[in-house]
């Protein structure tokens, strides 16, 4: 079934791979699971066709929920069509509809602080949801639990809870590496960062990492986008990016 979908996540993945979530017509939260779309199809004829703001259109196929991951559908990739992109206000208005006043409230599941912050695999009615957050106090570079290293924000809710995750926000990569190829190293570029993200109004997607070999019965928290008011890209997308 062809669906509108406005794409809010577009988080960074192995090998290349990114995965791409989004708001559909209807109100309902998808995710483009199968087949999981490479980096290389991101753009088409030196145009960003997903990038969070875009409104494509898609023929979903197979709703293919497995807790907490209840948003993937299996679509055809040669359906995917781009229609436009929402004005700023517009964009606004869809982070803030789907905002949580808490990271717990997102998940409806208790959340563990074990070797980073994560809940159980199977259970949860969503793998995806919005924060603004409280209190940004740093944003660095650094290692995760899972050894490798990579830019973390370290946050608060309005429940006073804390959170310190892993950033797999895929144009934000791209644009700290732009950064990092003008010759600055990972860590300035975390330090200039920090006080601009401070100073305007930030909107986080929050989502749920797959489980994996070390612990198989978690999912981890991460940050799948952040979005800011003014907007830090200044209205650029992954075409104005490219490294």
């Known amino acids: 079934m062809k669906r509108v979908i406005t794409v809010t996540d577009l988080t960074r993945m192995y090998a290349g791979y990114v995965c791409v979530a989004g708001l559909a017509e209807d109100g309902e939260m998808v995710r483009l699971s199968a087949p999981r779309p490479h980096e290389l199809e991101v753009l088409a004829g030196g145009q960003a066709v997903f990038f969070p703001s875009a409104v494509i259109e898609c023929d979903l196929q197979q709703h293919r929920p497995e807790p907490p991951h209840t948003e993937d559908y299996r679509y055809d990739p040669d359906s995917v069509r781009w229609l436009r992109r929402l004005d700023r206000e517009a964009w606004r208005g869809v982070l803030e509809g789907l905002c949580y006043p808490t990271v717990a409230e997102i998940f409806?599941?208790?959340?563990?602080?074990?070797?980073?912050?994560?809940?159980?695999d199977g259970s949860g009615p969503r793998s995806l949801g919005s924060l603004r957050p409280v209190e940004i106090t740093r944003l660095s570079y650094e290692p995760g639990a899972e050894g490798s290293w990579g830019y973390r924000l370290r946050f608060s809710d309005a429940s006073g809870?804390?959170?310190?995750?892993?950033?797999?926000?895929?144009?934000?990569?791209?644009?700290?590496?732009?950064?990092?190829?003008?010759?600055?190293?990972?860590?300035?570029?975390?330090?200039?960062a920090a006080p601009m993200l401070r100073q305007r109004d930030v909107i986080l997607r929050l989502g749920l990492a797959r489980k994996w070999a070390k612990f198989p019965g978690r999912c981890y928290l991460q940050i799948n986008g952040i979005h800011t008011f003014p907007d830090y890209l200044a209205g650029k997308t992954l075409a104005d990016l490219e490294l």
């Open 108 to 120: 409806e599941q208790p959340i563990q602080d074990d070797h980073g912050w994560h809940i159980p």
């Open 161 to 192: 809870a804390r959170y310190n995750l892993k950033i797999t926000d895929y144009v934000w990569h791209r644009y700290c590496s732009q950064r990092r190829g003008q010759g600055n190293d990972a860590a300035s570029v975390a330090a200039a």
